[in-house]
């Protein structure tokens, strides 16, 4: 055993994840710092007038203003609210799609038939624009009489199932040959080959995918906000500020920023939900 | 020999690849005994592997028969009767290192605390006793792959096939595994028989009790040297002359079968 190094120090998780974390969000706070820096360097620098680019503080500012009219809420608060509601049409895109998604993944891993006859219209689907297709949507599902968020929700749903299909699909074939062919000299049957193997193999790639979907998902759902004629949400937000960019500059910014800051809060989840899936396996891959 | 536990009978095997047909083994008739312990040496690609596997129903031979306990080998492998060890330890690095080597018995359903109790008795006795909680890449390549033969010998097979195991370790760990290897091997009872693929020749004269050395293209059986050392196989065995004889002997069959 002497040469055999064991590298296991029982009790080192707990401070791991806090080290982990802080190793991640201290590079991302620097970022964050310098392009602050840089928005004010090149203002001052270029000389942009404030109707082109505001002043941080005028940002600031505005986030603190009262908003005109109904509740007389802080214009910040007005917009986290709009984004919460964009949240939770992403959130139920990104669930339906995931789940699609997965299914996909399972029908093509087990026939691959059908993964040869479809998955080139799977991918055909992601090559139209969104914009083309979100209006498409509302007037489809309108036409039924569905409501206009289940059409934000499909259109969300649509940016998300496409990378999780490929993402497992992936990792359900990740397994190696050799742990394969482990499952067979067990007799394993295919059932406990997928639940034991396939599908644990898989969670990396899984999350790797739920990760893009995530963004995509609230980028489907602010699209569809427009052709939907939604009342609230982060892109209605943006278009009023747009609107009234002449007479108010810094509102734009701080929609485009909340709306920003709604995509990687949503990663962020995924990826604190990956931690405490996968998190304990580390890293090394055996040989 | 007694009914032999594993028959070749002039067994070939051809893979079909892009660049035409491969024939991995021709005319290859083997027989070993229950509770052998039997190397197959042979340079690269000489179908070492291929012979491991047709013996584990991992693949087909294109002629011949492979005859395991006088059932067919796919028998044989639903029978439970072989446990494997590759060169990689391929443990799954979602699962404890007990939890690996209770993952056949779960498969075959056996009772939770049975399965926990069975592992960690493996466990101590391949020197991993203080690791059964720990993650598969918290340990060194070593001590994965005596997880790994921990796992192979979960469920007491009568056939262990063992691919290279140690190829990838260091000549210190390698050496030190071979003498582990050989006592977790006679302490078992019944003692499991064991195929064990190597290119160290060495390894093949110290672990067997006879050696198949191999000739390439096509794989052909080109000699069964029986190896006369006495067990248990010590340290010190590798100091006996008739040891240093027996690896020459060895090399040169190897070297004439070019
Ligand atoms: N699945 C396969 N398809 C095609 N050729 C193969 C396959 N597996 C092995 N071979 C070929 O068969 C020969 C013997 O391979 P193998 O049994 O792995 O040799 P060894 O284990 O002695 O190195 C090699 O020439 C190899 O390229
Ligand atoms: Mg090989």
Redesign the pocket.
């Known amino acids: 055993m002497a040469s055999d190094a064991p590298r296991f120090v029982p009790g080192e998780a707990p401070t791991g994840a806090v080290r982990a974390i802080a190793r991640r969000a201290l590079p991302a706070l620097g970022v964050v710092t310098l392009l602050l820096c840089c928005w004010e360097g090149a203002k001052l620098l270029f000389a942009i007038p404030d109707q082109r680019l505001p002043h941080l503080g005028a940002i600031v500012e505005t986030m603190l203003s009262r908003t005109q009219g109904g509740s007389g809420n802080l214009l910040v608060v007005q917009m986290l609210a709009n984004a919460w509601a964009t949240f939770r049409i992403a959130f139920g895109g990104f669930a339906i799609g995931t789940g699609l998604g997965l299914l996909l993944a399972v029908i093509f891993l087990q026939a691959p038939v059908l993964e040869r006859g479809l998955l080139p219209y799977v991918i055909g689907s992601q090559t139209v624009p969104i914009l083309a297709i979100a209006p498409m949507v509302v007037v489809g599902l309108g036409r039924i009489g569905a409501p206009g968020w289940a059409a934000r929700v499909v259109v969300a749903a649509y940016l998300t199932f496409f990378p999780v299909t490929i993402g497992m699909l992936r990792g359900l074939r990740s397994a190696s040959p050799e742990s394969l062919s482990l499952m067979r000299s067990y007799a394993a049957n295919p059932a406990q080959t997928f639940w034991k193997l396939r599908l644990p193999a898989s969670l990396p790639y899984l999350f790797t995918s739920l990760k893009i979907a995530a963004s995509a998902s609230v980028i489907g759902a602010i699209v569809a906000e427009l052709p939907a004629g939604a009342r609230e949400g982060i892109g209605v937000m943006i278009l009023n500020a747009a609107q009234f960019y002449n007479s108010r500059p810094p509102a734009l910014y701080l929609a485009i920023l909340i709306a920003g800051l709604l995509g990687v809060a949503f990663y962020c989840l995924v990826a604190l939900a990956e931690y405490l899936v996968v998190g304990r396996r580390g890293r090394a891959r055996p040989g | 020999m007694d009914t032999p536990i594993i028959e070749f009978d002039r067994v070939s095997k051809i893979y079909s690849s892009g660049g035409g047909p491969i024939t991995a083994l021709h005319d290859v008739s083997l027989r070993i005994a229950a509770g052998e312990f039997v190397a197959l040496i042979g340079p ?1 690609g000489c179908g ?2 291929t012979l491991m596997r047709l013996i584990g129903d991992l693949e087909q031979p294109s002629g011949g028969s492979v005859r395991v306990k006088s059932k067919t080998p796919e028998q044989a492998r639903r029978d439970r009767d072989y446990g494997i060890v590759f ?1 990689a330890p391929v443990l799954y690095d979602w699962r404890t290192v007990s939890r690996n080597v209770e993952l056949p018995l779960e498969i075959m359903g056996r009772p939770k605390e049975q399965r926990r109790e069975r592992a960690l008795s493996l466990l101590r006795l391949v020197g991993l006793g203080d690791f059964a909680d720990a993650y598969p890449h918290q340990l060194s390549g070593g001590m994965q792959q005596r997880a790994a033969i921990a796992r192979a010998l979960s469920f007491e097979p009568s056939i262990l096939l063992m ?2 195991p140690f190829g990838a370790l260091d000549e210190i760990t390698r050496e030190r595994m071979q003498l582990e290897l050989l006592n977790i091997w006679s302490g078992a009872n019944p003692r499991p028989t064991v195929i064990f ?1 190597t290119h160290s020749i060495p390894e093949a004269v110290f672990l067997a009790d006879r050696v198949v050395v191999m000739s390439p293209r096509p794989g052909r059986v080109q000699r069964v040297i029986p190896v006369d050392l006495s067990r248990p196989r010590t340290y010190e065995t590798r100091e006996d002359p008739r040891f240093f004889a027996l690896v020459t002997e060895v090399r040169e069959c190897l070297r004439t079968a070019e």
């Open positions: 690269s070492k592997s060169q691919d290279e693929v």
